[in-house]
């Protein structure tokens, strides 16, 4: 089956440092997502990326984040200064688009700001 | 605005007993509405959903879910547990219509089954 990639798998990172996470969605998939989720606990919905641009945002999304899809294939998150509550799991997701709903997940990237 | 509550933190359940973990949504249209599954250390993983017609509808590793528009409930049950199925599971909704492209998802139930 095919699977969402999502590289590294953890990452620490000093406060106020730049941090990328990077994800392959599934090829033919056209709606890409980014979740966290702290400690095990809710999973809070950040942004979704829809025809090259950002189509909805959360509270939590503000200017210190935003999203890429530089190649076709790459869905970069970016932090451009990390602060200690940015210290999540971090989940992208992709949806085919063509009436199957389901969000497929990647395993995750578990950001640790020290 | 669309919002999903899962009222129960934690549901205890011996092996071979029926389980039901519970799931309540507010949406302004029709629903969308998933319940995903969380092993330790992996991403969430589909197991079923309700998009439209029969309210029962059945998904992978046994489970099952009813979704019922008055109550507003889509409460996921399998006949007969087992301990293989103690994880994390999460309702979701998504607004049909104006809900954007946004999932929600409620805060987790974790089910822990013993043997």
């Known amino acids: 089956e095919p699977e969402v990639t999502q590289t590294p798998s953890h990452q620490v990172t000093q406060m106020g440092q730049e941090v990328i996470l990077r994800c392959v969605p599934i090829s033919n998939h056209l709606y890409f997502y980014w979740y966290r989720q702290i400690l095990g606990q809710k999973v809070e919905f950040l942004v979704s990326f829809y025809n090259n641009e950002i189509s909805e945002k959360s509270e939590i999304f503000d200017d210190q984040f935003s999203v890429e899809r530089p190649d076709g294939s790459n869905f970069t998150l970016k932090i451009r200064s990390t602060k200690l509550e940015d210290s999540a799991m971090y989940f992208c997701a992709s949806r085919e688009g063509t009436g199957d709903e389901k969000l497929f997940f990647g395993s995750g990237t578990q950001l640790s700001v020290l | 605005a669309q919002s999903v509550a899962q009222p129960e933190d934690q549901v205890n359940v011996a092996e071979g007993n029926p389980l039901t973990v519970k799931c309540t949504y507010s949406?302004?249209?029709?629903?969308?509405l998933f319940w995903y599954v969380q092993y330790p250390n992996r991403g969430l993983q589909f197991l079923l959903k309700y998009i439209t017609g029969d309210n029962l509808v059945k998904g992978s590793y046994g489970f099952e879910a009813e979704f019922n528009k008055s109550q507003t409930s889509f409460h996921l049950k399998k006949p007969s547990a087992l301990v293989s199925d103690s994880a994390l599971y999460f309702c979701?909704?998504?607004?049909?219509?104006?809900?954007?492209?946004?999932?929600?998802f409620g805060a987790g139930t974790r089910l822990f089954v013993k043997a």
């Open positions: 979701a909704v998504r607004d049909q219509y104006t809900g954007g492209f946004k999932t929600i």
């Open positions: 949406v302004s249209g029709n629903p969308y």
